[in-house]
Structure formats: C-alpha cells, structure tokens
C-alpha cells in the first residue's frame, strides 16, 4: 500500500519552495529595516503556556491543539506565547529594554484542511515589545503592509481596538445583554460563546450571527479615554506613513491575549480564507506569564496564504529557480575534464548544471531550458581538442566562443569572470 502525506500536512514541492524562499527573503529583509532580530524557539512546549495566553475558551485552545495529553506538551498553534516565554526565560529586556523580534516557522493546528488552510501551516511573525506608544502600533502595521507591497499583493488592512482590563469588562456586560436577548437566533457556537467567549460572537463569519450582531453595542464607543487616545493616536500615525486602512469595530482576534490595538490584512482572492495576516497588542501577556509587567505588539501571516496570492501573480513576476551555466559535454573524452569545470566553477560560487549520460545536444540544451540556464557551454569532442567550447547565451540563442585553455582553476576563475560581466 502507498504510504501518503497526512491530511492537512502538505509537501512543499520545488516549484512552490522557490517562492516560499522569496517571501521569506523578502520578510526577512524588511523586518531587519525595522530592526528586528530573528529568534527561533521550539515547536513545542508546554500545554500550560498556550492555554494561559491564548486563553482556555478560545477555538485554538478547546478544538485546534496537538497536545500529547500524557507528556503535558504541545506543538506550538502560535508563535507569540513560544517568543514571550523565551524572552521572559532569558531576561531579555534586561539587556535591551525594547525588544524587536521576528521569527519564521510552522505553527501546528487542528483544522478541517482546505485551501489556505493547513493542520501544519508556516507564519511570518514580527513582535516589538517593552514599547507603549501608538507610533510603534503603526510602526509595526506599516512593516506588514510593506511587505505585502514588495511582494505585489494588494490587501486591505482593517483596524480596532480591544480597550483594556477597565473599558473591555463592562463592555462585555452589556453586550452579553444584548445577546441573551437574540441568542435564539445565533449559531450553536456562538450560543456556547455567548458564556464562554461573547467577544467572539461579533466576529462570527455566518451570515445569520452576522445580520444579528449588526445592532450590537460597539466596543469603539465603550473604549476608556486612555484606550481612546491611544487608538487615536495609532490611526493619526497611520495616516502620517500613508498607509490606508478601515476601522472594523466587529473584528475580534481568536486569541484571549489582545489588548487595545488589533487589526488584519485582508484579501479577496482566497475565498473563505480572507485573512493573510493579523495581530494586534498584548499588553497584559508577559505579565501573566509571569514576566515583568511590559508591553508588546505583534503580527503574524500565514506563509501559505501569501504563497497562494503570489502564485496569482502574472507568470513574468513569479519567483524560479536559475541556473548559470549548464555544460552540455558531448562526447566521453570531455567528460571528466567538464565535471572538473563543474566543480571548479562551483567554487567559483556559480550554479552550474551538467549530465553525464553522453546525451546529444539538441537533449541537453534542452534540458539546459527546463532548468533555467542562462548560458550554456557547449563542449564536444572537437571543441575540447581545439582548446575552444561555445558559449550560448539561452535568452537570445546568440553564440561565442571562449578559450579552454590553461589549468581547471584558472579557467574556472575566468569563466566565472566571464559570466559575471554578462550577467551586468
Ligand atoms: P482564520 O480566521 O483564517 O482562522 P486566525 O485568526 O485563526 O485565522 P491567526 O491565529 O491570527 O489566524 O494567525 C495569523 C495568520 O496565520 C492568519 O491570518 C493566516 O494567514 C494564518 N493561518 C492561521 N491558521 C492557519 C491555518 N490553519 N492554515 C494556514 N494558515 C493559517
Ligand atoms: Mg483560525
């Protein structure tokens, strides 16, 4: 019998990984215009850590975690709560009060598997924490919305504010009220959440929770004057960077830890799957978790889902893979003296391709194409006797010819020289 992939843990093909790898150069090199250091933490830890900061009544701590129940662990549905616990761990802020941090990995989830949507999935994480001003909410907004400028992706962003331990309690009072009286009409979720999690009820994706929730207090006209400010500020600095966004009083994060701040980029080009990334602030979370009383802000994206939009993109703007040379030896007398040219180019620090099956040429400029050759080299028995090979440009087919003389170090280096110069 085929033993195959498990359901919603998805192999990420060639194709799909040379543009994984450019989103993630793309990300990694944004971030780090901002200041931010990568940190890698485990994919596992203990259960505690995300049902305390995620937060027991949340649909990724009741329904979604891998948890091996008799070891007490695990596998990270987040990255947030993972960085907080090394950063608390290790007394980070003792050797740099403000920290900027970013990481990139899989985040593990039990999910029914569809489009953009995995049980293994991959996110782009950023968190800046110890930093309390609305400048650095917009500061990090506008890095994501950087980011999915470079790559070409239109999204849009939406904003609210969650309020704080004094405005949110009250808050969610009346607003519990005010679903008790509709809950006939609510969803079976949504009837369970209106105890458990009423927050959650007003971002509930079904139309029948949506029409009943319209009419429902707005948390933007509960927030506490300090809640106000702040998020007055946030949308002040917003338009200072000139990044555009939409204030979206319904929008709850599924996770307990948010505070004030929160906000999505959203598209409409995956369906059901509208949200490429989101975050928002946890001002109470490192204190919770037993850390000193400071506050952050993050987001994550999910990795797939940019891929996807990417992959939407006109076929000229997609991300491949190249090679620079394939040497097509042809003929068994050039065989070992072009695989020592391979190597001694690749020490050269260039991407050579080459076969050894004594294949023809029309073959091998073939397979010269399907790898993305910029150049070929052709060498064949005549050539090699005549110490001069050919040299074809793959894009405009234009032939030349180059001299295969002196040892295989200082033709590699004059090769490589020679490539370098094309290439400009
Ligand atoms: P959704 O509403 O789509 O379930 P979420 O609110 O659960 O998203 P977050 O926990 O905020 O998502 O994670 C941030 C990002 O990670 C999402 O915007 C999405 O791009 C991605 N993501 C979340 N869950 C999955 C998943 N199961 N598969 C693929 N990507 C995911
Ligand atoms: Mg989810």
């Not at 679903?179 to 994706?205: A, F, I, M, W, Y």
């Not at 072009?338 to 076969?355: E, M, N, P, T, Y």
Request: proline content about 5%.
């Amino acid at each position: 019998m085929k033993i195959q992939a498990i359901n919603g843990f998805k192999d990420i093909l060639p194709d799909t990984a040379v543009r994984w790898r450019h989103i993630e150069q793309r990300a990694r090199d944004i971030f780090e215009r901002f200041g931010m250091r990568e940190i890698r933490t485990p994919i596992m830890e203990k259960t505690e850590l995300f049902v305390r900061s995620i937060g027991e009544a949340t649909d990724v701590v009741e329904k979604e975690m891998y948890t091996f129940i008799d070891k007490g662990i695990t596998m990270r549905p987040e990255a947030t709560a993972s960085i907080m616990r090394a950063f608390i761990e290790h007394g980070l802020h003792v050797q740099q009060p403000i920290q900027r941090l970013y990481a990139i990995g899989p985040m593990f989830r039990h999910e029914r598997p569809q489009k953009g949507r995995l049980r293994q999935f991959h996110q782009l994480d950023a968190e800046i924490i110890g930093a309390v001003e609305p400048r650095v909410d917009a500061e990090l907004i506008a890095m994501g919305q950087m980011l999915l400028d470079e790559l070409g992706l239109s999204v849009s962003l939406e904003l609210n504010s969650l309020g704080c331990p004094i405005c949110r309690p009250p808050f969610k009072q009346r607003l519990v009220a005010f679903l008790e009286q509709t809950s006939e009409g609510l969803c079976e979720d949504c009837k369970r959440r209106t105890q458990t999690n009423p927050l959650r009820v007003l971002d509930c994706k079904k139309p029948t929770c949506r029409a009943l929730v319209k009419d429902a207090p707005s948390l933007l006209d509960a927030l506490c004057p300090d809640c106000d400010r702040h998020f007055q500020e946030v949308q002040g600095a917003l338009q200072g960077l000139e990044i555009p966004f939409r204030l979206n009083p319904f929008m709850v994060r599924g996770l307990d830890y948010y505070t004030r701040t929160t906000f999505e980029f959203l598209t409409t080009d995956l369906g059901a799957q509208a949200a490429v990334g989101a975050g928002g602030r946890y001002d109470g979370l490192i204190e919770e978790l037993g850390g000193p009383p400071l506050s952050g802000i993050g987001f994550a994206m999910g990795l797939e889902r940019i891929a996807l939009l990417l992959e939407q993109r006109p076929e000229g703007e997609q991300p491949t893979d190249t090679t620079d040379i394939f040497i097509a030896a042809l003929g068994q007398a050039t065989l070992a003296p072009c695989s020592q040219l391979a190597h001694g180019l690749r020490k050269q620090g260039i991407r050579v391709g080459i076969d050894y099956s004594g294949r023809g040429l029309k073959a091998l400029l073939k397979q010269a194409a399907r790898i993305n050759a910029r150049f070929t080299l052709i060498v064949g028995d005549d050539e090699w006797a005549s110490q001069q090979g050919i040299l074809r440009n793959m894009t405009t087919q234009e032939q030349q010819p180059v001299a295969l003389v002196g040892t295989t170090d200082e033709l590699s280096r004059r090769l490589a020289e020679h490539l370098q110069v094309l290439r400009h």
